[in-house]
T-cell receptor, first 112, second 118 residues
Framework: AQSVTQPDIHITVSEGASLELRCNYSYGATPYLFWYVQSPGQGLQLLLKYFSGDTLVQGIKGFEAEFKRSQSSFNLRKPSVHWSDAAEYFCALNTNAGKSTFGDGTTLTVKP | GAGVSQSPSNKVTEKGKDVELRCDPISGHTALYWYRQRLGQGLEFLIYFQGNSAPDKSGLPSDRFSAERTGESVSTLTIQRTQQEDSAVYLC????????????????FGPGTRLLVL
């Protein structure tokens, strides 16, 4: 069965610092991977997705993620964090239509 | 254009009561999904509708849970005889439904219904 692990429950970074959120997946075939952001009181918003081609994927709000098959990872990065990036971030894996498997999320706090 | 909407935004009910949660997908989206998000956890898939095909109900946790969809529009998730462990945020999402099996499609999420069972 497929699974997604986000090892960091909570991360705190200073505004302007770089950010990396980890995501590891378990699946036997080619994964379809997504990163979502959930701000308080709002629904999930897609940041970026990977399903083929270039392993470095660019998303919205200055985020990017790199797919590494050898490490079964899809880590999310941003070179300079803004206070508005404080939110919860979810990594997800699609293997069959509708059956997205989500990680438990990483809560990002941004210090001024 | 309008996004996915859900109602009510909050629902408090007593254990044993039935509740109905509503989802209005984005117009033109043929695929619709329901998820449950317990506090501090990720999303759990519940059910998936695609056009006129039979829904994929494999994620429904018990027979107390059911969902219907009218054509390619509104969907209702019903929880009968609610239990305290049903307390969660219930999220609905929709997608175009154009891509085969929807593997790479972007899902657009509603704001969710926060359910509290006392």
């Amino acid at each position: 069965a497929q699974s997604v692990t986000q090892p960091d429950i909570h991360i705190t970074v200073s505004e302007g610092a770089s950010l990396e959120l980890r995501c590891n997946y378990s699946y036997g075939a080619t994964p379809y991977l997504f990163w979502y952001v959930q701000s308080p009181g709002q629904g999930l918003q897609l940041l970026l997705k990977y399903f083929s081609g270039d392993t470095l994927v660019q998303g919205i709000k200055g985020f990017e993620a790199e797919f590494k098959r050898s490490q079964s990872s899809f880590n999310l990065r941003k070179p300079s964090v803004h206070w508005s990036d404080a939110a919860e971030y979810f990594c997800a894996l699609n293997t069959n239509a509708g059956k997205s498997t989500f990680g438990d999320g990483t809560t990002l706090t941004v210090k001024p | 254009g309008a996004g996915v909407s859900q109602s009510p935004s909050n629902k408090v009910t007593e254990k044993g009561k039935d509740v109905e949660l509503r989802c209005d997908p984005i117009s033109g989206h043929t695929a619709l999904y329901w998820y449950r998000q317990r506090l501090g956890q990720g999303l759990e898939f519940l059910i998936y509708f695609q056009g006129n095909s039979a829904p994929d109900k494999s994620g429904l946790p018990s027979d107390r849970f059911s969902a219907e969809r009218t054509g390619e529009s509104v969907s209702t998730l019903t929880i009968q005889r609610t239990q305290q462990e049903d307390s969660a945020v219930y999220l609905c999402a929709s997608s175009l439904g154009e891509v085969l099996r929807g593997l790479s499609e972007t899902q657009y999420f509603g704001p969710g219904t926060r359910l509290l069972v006392l």
